[in-house]
């Protein structure tokens, strides 16, 4: 049985290629990072991840460990803080080995309106939501290179490709997602690192739900949706899980668009 709710029972698929694989995730501790997490350890992966919520970090942890798969390590870090993001990594690349994954997944759509951005928010908004990716995949590349390839999954946004307003730092680091994705991607292949960028709609998570799901955003689903329903994280997970899975061998540069046929 799945430690996270709702994540289609057992007809969905087994990747072997991700047992025993180390993998690194940021902002695992809730919402589409603990669907990541928990979908990983449950393909019998070895996951380790950040975060700066702590309590929920623990639990997930806690609740994993208790439904009989391996424990993921937590450190609580703040990603803006390069050098204890370096360092986190490495300590804990010493602890499972170097890492097969790397999913950045940690990020933050606080909404701004344009005339309000100051030099100072920008740079606080480009550090979470853009810097640390870059960074990780440093962490990480030397790793992969000596284990003969591995995986990196970005997450992006579909805000940027709707032309969304009321967060345009947000939108300008996601859209800038794409072309780290695909110049890494470059960079990377001939060590056989896959570079992939998997970008949600809007995703039912805690926070969106309490924050900004009302009914004038019911409607705007059912309307702008191809499919019936809302997006789940676990529906997020699945598509990191094939793309860090052997499977998609041959993906790597493209842009995965998990929204229901929102864009």
């Given at each position: 049985m799945s430690a996270v709710k709702n994540v289609g029972g057992d007809k969905l698929a087994h990747f072997p290629s991700l047992k025993g694989k180390s993998v690194f995730v940021t902002g695992g501790g809730s919402g589409i990072g603990e669907a990541i997490v928990s979908a990983f350890a449950e393909q019998g992966a070895r996951v380790a991840f950040v975060d700066i919520e702590t309590a929920a970090s623990e639990a997930l942890c806690q609740r994993l460990a208790d439904a009989g798969f391996s424990k993921p390590l937590f450190r609580h870090c703040d990603i803006r803080d390069i050098p204890a993001l370096q360092a986190a990594m490495q300590a804990m690349a010493q602890e499972l080995g170097d890492f097969d994954v790397l999913v950045n997944n940690a990020a933050n759509d606080q909404r701004h309106q344009w005339q309000d951005v100051t030099v100072d928010y920008w740079n606080d908004r480009i550090a979470i939501?853009?810097?640390?990716?870059?960074?990780?995949?440093?962490?990480?590349?030397?790793?992969?290179?000596?284990?003969?390839?591995?995986?990196?999954?970005?997450?992006?946004?579909?805000?940027?490709?709707?032309?969304?307003?009321?967060?345009?730092?947000?939108?300008?680091?996601?859209?800038?997602?794409?072309?780290?994705?695909?110049?890494?991607?470059?960079?990377?292949?001939?060590?056989?690192?896959?570079?992939?960028?998997?970008?949600?709609?809007?995703?039912?998570?805690?926070?969106?739900?309490?924050?900004?799901?009302?009914?004038?955003?019911?409607?705007?689903?059912?309307?702008?949706?191809?499919?019936?329903?809302k997006l789940q994280p676990w529906h997020l997970a699945r598509m990191v899980l094939f793309l860090a899975a052997d499977d998609s061998a041959m993906c790597t540069a493209q842009e995965f668009i998990v929204d229901a046929g929102w864009a």
């Open positions: 939501n853009q810097r640390p990716m870059f960074f990780t995949c440093q962490a990480v590349a030397p790793g992969m290179q000596k284990k003969g390839g591995g995986a990196i999954i970005n997450l992006s946004s579909i805000s940027w490709h709707l032309s969304n307003g009321g967060y345009p730092v947000y939108t300008t680091a996601k859209a800038a997602v794409v072309g780290l994705t695909r110049g890494l991607a470059r960079d990377l292949g001939p060590h056989n690192i896959r570079v992939n960028t998997v970008s949600p709609g809007w995703v039912m998570t805690e926070r969106q739900v309490a924050l900004w799901l009302d009914a004038a955003g019911e409607e705007d689903i059912k309307r702008n949706q191809c499919l019936p329903g």
